[in-house]
């Protein structure tokens, strides 16, 4: 391969390789910059995310790159937005709590922009070795990010539990694979739909184990009961923002890999899967619900609902059809942006405080700070789906593509979910707009209670998305409607 | 169909968030602007109402005032406003009681009233979007947007003891309704696609599709289990003396004067035009609720010691009324409802406004702690009277002729109802004149009360109108039913046809079978 064919290929990566030059550039220059200003590296983290989202403005060609490695159509954009979008939001709500706690390194920005490259890059393969090296990317890097403040003994459990059961789960889709191999003879994605016909159901008793198991490694990811049993405690013990970016991040990046290797590599063995489908759905979202109702921490409050949106997510999934994956996308992006603000709300009022993670701590939080109150109540409520959210339409969408596909039981089970979640999120919010007891009652003129440009833009621009994906859904509705297009 | 090339009804319907974007920007301590502002929307907002009340042309059954805009075009979704004569009722007493909410939160309100008058909008903007949405999504938007709004209310300026557990059941009760009803517009507006091949949340094009009986039977209750929670009715009311209770007196009165009326507009709206056979199937249902309604609420007033929770249960009372008149298929019956929603909307409004006034005097609302105020505030006294006439249905004024039509109405269908109903009458009497005549004749027993001031000009104010409306009603109901009557006779067309055709098929195993056929896929 001549170097001008490499230049060439590399259009399809693009926005992957600048974010990791930027990354590797920040761990350049953070051997350079004196302690107490690491901060500007974060500007730089900014600038490099911003620019690779410019990037997306170009309509992909939907060829593959790297003789069939990676491919870059709609679907991979509109995922990789959402990706760096809720990336942004990350960086930008990080600064002051990197500051407070200590942790300000060039590291931690630089292994969040892996992360993102690592995302993305699974979300445009087209080859089974790719997928698992983006799953690895990012995994790596994430189970860093977790262990990262290292004094807290938290964390460390957080991250040392992540690391051995990502491990397995790793091991679990490595393990799969090869028998997806063994069963077609290739692990890309177009030669083995080519070579499995998509005229019925295949029925291959290693393609059949292989994806068992390819599924079980994705759900671990996603943290779908019964896989689940790691992500209370590591959400808890990670650092708030990385949870955030936990939450959506590699709920995108792993639903948009699972829609390729079922929609593009097999289409015809994910028939076969949609009753389980069904049923890990149900049981997410209600477990997940169940759980958060008892949860007198919010931080793990909204690590169960994290779970029950998962199930909604799923939902779609089970959905099957043009409309349910474009359901999907749309609710993705919505979660991303409410789930991000959410935490972002918390984030600054640890910055605030002591701490920021009890239901206690936010109580009269409106007599603080109205804007951040406001924010958290349309975060909130838009997590429950009331309209006119982003959470609403999502939800609306999902359902509505699960009605269509006859799952009306399923959709049922589904609101019904969303009420015991209401309560929930209803709680934050009374708490939030109650006055505080005794001493802590602070006027809102308090200095501290300002907040810096960071939180501030990243907060309104979570806000911001949340209402207008709720108020004007149908933009973002095209353009998930047309990286649909490209599996079909 | 025509149309108008000035939007009234969106500007009608979000002239209050105007207002809420004018409030933002006024000094949180600059209470007086805040008031003036919220007023000069409210007032200007009726004066929209009243052109297009002057606007309206009865003789046309259809929509009228229609806007429509693509609003999600992809799945069918429109921006679609329009009103008939039965929610243009709805949507004027919306409109003439949002000034009033204004000045009768004058002074009640210490604390955060910024904050209060944006609530106060919001809410104003989710109920007449209600009224007049005619696309089902946008309905259901408009539906759930002004939860949060009255929730807020109740949690932030309620009475302090139970307030959370009041806004809280408020909340997750009605959720817990319209989320069934979400699923059945999904499946309704699937079956409607399938059948006619375009995809469209319309009001007006699903109601041209003919629906199977089994699929009506479900879809009735999905609808219906949303509406009933909101009227409420007699199994789902437990949620509204709570929540009457604790609210701030704004809060009470337009719960009581116009979200319950979303319930009984619901089942008006959808219920019985899309399910026209399901409604008769499930009438007899329908009535023994509503009967149950009327007569326990009306015992339950009898034991309260509290004055809110005694006109809540009135309320329920009032409310099964309606019920009652709607789903006796009868022009009559139906009519009654429509002008007993605005009755109930202007007497126990003006009722909850007279006991906030009694309670700012004297911060208690129990029927112990008052007697004999007629001494003292000899004013409010009289408005209180006039108002619980109102309510129990005196002639002359408005209770009486919406009560007589429905009596009326349900009588030509089966006399018995209307007996039972009518008891409900007798009853409101009992429970409403001993409850005055335990407030303000007598003695004074307390010596807190002999000093309490008589109303002020602007309480004077904003209760004349109401009471002018109360006699209106009662003396000239002509000029209302006028409006409403083609409208509610085209609503009922179809049930009335049905009702003809399913004489043989009120038997209980012909819904489970319906049912189960539905369930299974047949």
């Not at chain 1, 290929?9 to 920040?26: D, F, K, M, W």
């Not at chain 1, 959402?82 to 942004?88: I, N, Q, S, T, Y």
């Not at chain 1, 979202?285 to 799923?314: C, E, P, W």
């Not at chain 2, 009726?46 to 042309?57: M, T």
Request: net charge neutral; hydrophobic share 55%.
């Amino acid at each position: 391969m001549s170097t001008l064919t490499v230049l060439y290929e590399c259009q399809g990566i693009l926005p992957v390789l600048i974010l990791s030059v930027t990354g590797v550039v920040i761990l350049l220059l953070d051997a350079f910059s004196p302690l107490g200003r690491k901060g500007q590296l974060g500007a730089v983290a900014v600038t490099g995310t911003v620019c690779a989202l410019g990037t997306l403005a170009m309509t992909p060609s939907g060829a593959e790159f790297f003789s069939g490695m990676v491919v870059w159509d709609r679907f991979s954009v509109f995922l990789s937005a959402v990706l760096m979008a809720g990336a942004l939001l990350v960086f930008l709500v990080s600064f002051d709590s990197l500051r407070r706690s200590g942790m300000e390194c060039g590291e931690y920005y630089a292994l969040v922009l892996f992360a993102t490259a690592g995302m993305i890059l699974m979300v445009q393969a087209a080859h089974f070795i790719m997928l698992f090296l983006g799953l690895e990317i990012f995994s790596i890097a994430i189970y860093i990010l977790v262990g990262m403040p290292r004094h807290e003994k938290r964390a460390n459990e957080a991250a040392l539990k992540y690391v051995l059961l990502g491990g397995f789960a790793s091991g679990f889709l490595l393990y799969g694979l090869t028998f997806i191999y063994g069963a077609t003879g290739s692990l890309s994605m177009s030669i083995m739909a080519a070579h499995l016909g998509k005229a019925e159901k295949v029925f291959n008793s290693y393609l059949l184990f292989g994806s068992a198991l390819v599924v079980a490694g994705f759900a671990f990811k996603l943290a779908l009961v019964p896989f689940h049993l790691w992500t209370p405690d590591v959400y808890e013990g990670a650092p708030t923002p990385i949870t955030a970016y936990m939450a959506v991040g590699v709920k995108a990046a792993v639903l948009g890999a699972l829609v390729r290797t079922f929609w593009v590599a097999l289409p015809t063995v994910h028939p076969h899967w949609s009753a389980f489908f069904w049923a890990l759905a149900a049981v997410t979202m209600t477990v997940g619900n169940l759980m958060a109702l008892a949860q007198d921490s919010v931080k793990r409050m909204l690590a169960f609902s994290s779970i029950a949106h998962a199930g909604y997510l799923l939902v779609a999934v089970v959905a099957d059809s043009k409309e349910g994956l474009t359901a999907l996308l749309v609710y993705l992006l919505a979660y991303t942006v409410m789930n991000v603000g959410a935490f972002g709300v918390m984030v600054a009022v640890q910055n605030r405080q002591e701490s920021g993670e009890r239901l206690e701590d936010f109580r009269g939080l409106a007599g603080r700070s109205p804007f951040l109150a406001v924010l958290m109540a349309l975060f909130l409520f838009s997590l429950a789906g009331i309209p006119p959210t982003a959470g609403f339409v999502g939800k609306f969408m999902v359902f509505s593509a699960a009605v269509q596909s006859g799952y009306t039981w399923l959709v049922i089970l589904a609101v019904i979910n969303s009420v015991i979640a209401a309560y929930y999120y209803l709680r934050v919010v009374i708490v939030v707009y109650r006055p505080a007891e005794g001493a802590s009652a602070e006027g809102p003129a308090d200095g501290a209670s300002r907040l810096s440009a960071g939180e501030r833009g990243a907060l309104v621009g979570a806000g911001a998305l949340t209402a207008i994906v709720g108020i004007w859904p149908h933009v973002f509705w095209d353009l998930a409607r047309q990286a649909v297009h490209v599996l079909f | 169909m025509e149309s108008l090339s000035f939007p009234l009804l969106s500007f009608l319907v979000f002239l209050p968030l105007v207002g809420v974007l004018v409030l933002l920007f006024v000094d949180r301590e600059n209470e007086a602007v805040q008031r003036w502002t919220a007023l000069t929307v409210m007032g200007f907002g009726f004066v929209l109402a009243l052109f297009v009340y002057g606007g309206f042309d009865p003789e046309n059954v259809g929509f009228q005032f229609e806007e429509q805009y693509a609003w999600i075009p992809g799945l069918g979704i429109s921006y679609h406003l329009g009103v008939d004569g039965i929610s243009l009722l709805l949507v004027m007493l919306t409109a003439f009681l949002g000034p009033i909410c204004v000045l009768a939160c004058w002074t009640d309100i210490r604390s955060r009233l910024k904050e209060f008058l944006v609530c106060l909008l919001l809410l104003q903007t989710g109920m007449l979007g209600v009224f007049v949405s005619l696309d089902l999504v946008l309905f259901y938007v408009f539906w759930e947007v002004m939860l949060i709004p009255m929730a807020l209310l109740i949690l932030i300026w309620g009475h302090p003891a139970r307030r959370v557990y009041a806004a809280v059941k408020f909340f997750l009760y009605t959720m817990a309704g319209s989320v069934f009803m979400l699923v059945g517009i999904l499946v309704l507006y699937f079956y409607q696609a399938r059948t006619t091949g375009t995809l469209s949340f319309d009001l007006t094009n699903i109601a041209e599709v003919p629906l199977p009986f089994s699929l009506q039977l479900w879809l009735f209750l999905a609808f219906g289990v949303a509406f009933a929670i909101k009227v409420p009715m007699f199994p789902f009311h437990t949620w509204l003396p709570d929540a009457h209770t604790e609210a701030p007196t704004v809060g009470s009165v337009v719960l009581a004067a116009v979200l319950l009326k979303m319930g009984t507009y619901g089942f008006l709206r959808f219920n019985l035009p899309l399910f026209p056979e399901a409604s008769v199937f499930f009438m007899p249902v329908m009535i023994a609720l509503a009967l149950v309604g009327i007569i326990y609420g009306a015992f339950m007033c009898l034991v309260q010691k509290d004055l809110k929770r005694l006109i809540a249960f009135s309320s329920v009372s009032h409310l099964g009324f309606v019920i009652l008149g709607i789903f006796s298929f009868t022009v009559q019956g139906v009519q009654g409802g429509v002008l007993q929603m605005i009755n109930h909307g202007l007497s126990t409004g003006a009722l909850f406004l007279l006991v906030g006034m009694l309670y700012e005097r004297r911060h208690t609302r129990m029927i112990a702690d008052f007697g004999g105020l007629s001494t003292p505030v000899p004013a409010l006294t009289t408005f209180f009277m006039i108002a619980t006439l109102a309510s129990i249905g005196l002639p002359g004024l408005n209770g009486f002729v919406g009560e007589f039509l429905i009596l009326l109405g349900t009588f030509h269908v089966k006399p018995v109802w209307a007996v039972l109903g009518a008891t409900g009458v007798i009853l409101a009497a009992w429970y409403m004149l001993w409850m005055v005549q335990r407030v303000f004749y007598g003695r004074v027993v307390h010596e807190e009360n002999r000093g309490l001031l008589d109303l002020a000009p602007r309480e004077i104010g904003l209760l004349v109108p109401v009471v002018v409306m109360m006699v209106w009603i009662g003396v000239a109901p002509t000029t209302f039913l006028e409006k409403s009557e083609p409208a509610v006779a085209h609503t009922l067309r179809r049930v009335q046809e049905s009702v003809q055709t399913a004489q043989g098929r009120n038997a209980p195993w012909a819904m489970a079978c319906a049912a189960w056929d539905h369930l299974t896929g047949k």
